[in-house]
């Protein structure tokens, strides 16, 4: 019986925000990594080990499945359910390789502060959704006098299994992203910003997880979501995966070493460009500066997985904090000029955090692939992760326990 043969719902929950979807791939639901017995670290996940576990943080998705070669879509990530042009919260963007579009890095990284949702999409669709932020933004109330906002807005390329040329996100996509997201369980896989997306020659896609420190070190949480299309060599909790699957990059040119120029063919089982988004939350009283340190953890995270860091791989990490004393509120008149107070916590209470991120990133890239399912689109097919022969392999070298 396969691993995940007992769970047939539906991976794409309810379909209120979900394009055609006539030329769907398999809806049959697959399992999270630690389902089955796979646990990441030694940090405790939080209670729905998700980014969603840092309180008052919302995650929506619209999902475009239509036709043969529409695979795409858009994530929206609120740090906060209310005015964040008017509390903005502390933010930091890290770049580990900056082949990417990131909409409105510089000016987080120079203020030190969020001040509109995060959205994830796909890479030539960044000026339409910054587009339909600024709408957004511009109509909420309290807001009528605003002349300058800073949509941030990541991306990963798609292009493989959709026809990112046409651009087929629109103003009301992403509207419905942000107006649908919310607290509690967050769907992961082929969903949103990672309906058409690649990672280690298999199917990529949306995954979450979460970190929840014990109260001697502040019983604070730090939530993550990824987008996954990058490559590399898949290795789980150590594990050679990919090796063993025989799926991996570079594969083809050590295999044949002599074989160089015009007759090396590319395939995605072997390629390791394409992009990874980090999104980072945490509860913790930390300030721009630190952030900036968690959103470098998450790298390592990633190099946990087996990511190649390539050339073609734009690689980020955006991170903030929810905490209501550090938030940024516009100041009247009579403050601009007064001395703020901010608490926030020391360097040297930093570390647990950086672990928190370091654990929570790599699970999050094993459930984007553990959730996404076998996906057809432009005439390309991207095969889910053999769960049955994963497991077989990870039960080979130790790394699967009895329990969740």
Do not use: W
Not at 355 to 364: D, F, G, P, Q, R
Request: proline content about 5%; aromatic content about 4%; charged content about 20%.
């Amino acid at each position: 019986m396969s691993v995940f043969s007992v769970l047939a719902f539906s991976s794409f929950g309810t379909t209120k925000h979900m394009k055609e979807q006539s030329a769907s791939p398999s809806t049959q639901s697959r399992p999270r990594a630690r389902e089955l017995g796979i646990k990441v670290g030694i940090l405790p996940p939080g209670s729905l080990n998700a980014i969603t576990d840092v309180g008052g943080v919302l995650v929506g998705h619209t999902t475009l499945v239509r036709g043969e070669n529409i695979r795409t879509g858009v994530t929206a990530i609120l740090p906060h359910s209310g005015n964040l042009f008017r509390e903005k919260v502390p933010g930091a963007v890290f770049i580990g390789n900056g082949f990417g579009k990131l909409a409105g890095s510089t000016q987080v990284n120079e203020l030190g502060e969020i001040e509109s949702p995060i959205l994830l999409t796909s890479t030539l669709s960044v000026p339409r959704v910054a587009d339909a932020v600024l709408d957004y933004m511009l109509a909420l109330r309290g807001n009528e006098d605003v002349q300058s906002v800073n949509p941030l807005v990541a991306e990963t390329n798609d292009g493989y299994l959709n026809d990112i040329r046409g651009r087929h996100i629109t103003r009301d996509d992403v509207l419905a992203a942000i107006k649908s997201a919310k607290t509690g369980t967050v769907e992961e896989g082929c969903v949103g910003a990672g309906t058409g997306t690649v990672a280690f020659g298999f199917k990529g896609g949306i995954g979450t997880s979460s970190r929840k420190l014990p109260p001697n070190l502040g019983g604070f949480t730090v939530g993550i979501l990824v987008q996954t299309n990058f490559g590399g060599v898949l290795t789980i909790n150590g594990a050679p995966v990919g090796q063993e699957l025989d799926r991996y990059y570079l594969k083809d040119e050590l295999s044949q070493p002599v074989r160089t120029g015009n007759n090396k063919r590319v395939t995605k089982d072997s390629e390791a460009d394409g992009s990874v988004i980090v999104v980072i939350a945490t509860d913790a009283p930390v300030d721009a500066r630190n952030l900036r340190r968690m959103a470098a953890r998450a790298m390592m995270g990633l190099a946990r997985t087996g990511a190649a860091g390539s050339n073609g791989s734009g690689d980020y990490a955006i991170a903030f904090s929810t905490d209501t004393d550090v938030r940024v509120r516009q100041p009247t008149q009579n403050e601009r000029n007064t001395a703020r107070t901010i608490k926030s916590l020391p360097n040297d209470s930093m570390s647990p955090l950086f672990l928190a991120v370091i654990e929570a990133t790599e699970e999050a890239v094993y459930n984007s692939l553990f959730r996404a399912i076998t996906t057809t689109g432009r005439g390309h097919t991207v095969e889910a992760l053999p769960l049955d022969r994963t497991l077989e392999i990870l039960r080979k070298h130790g790394l699967v326990s009895i329990g969740p």
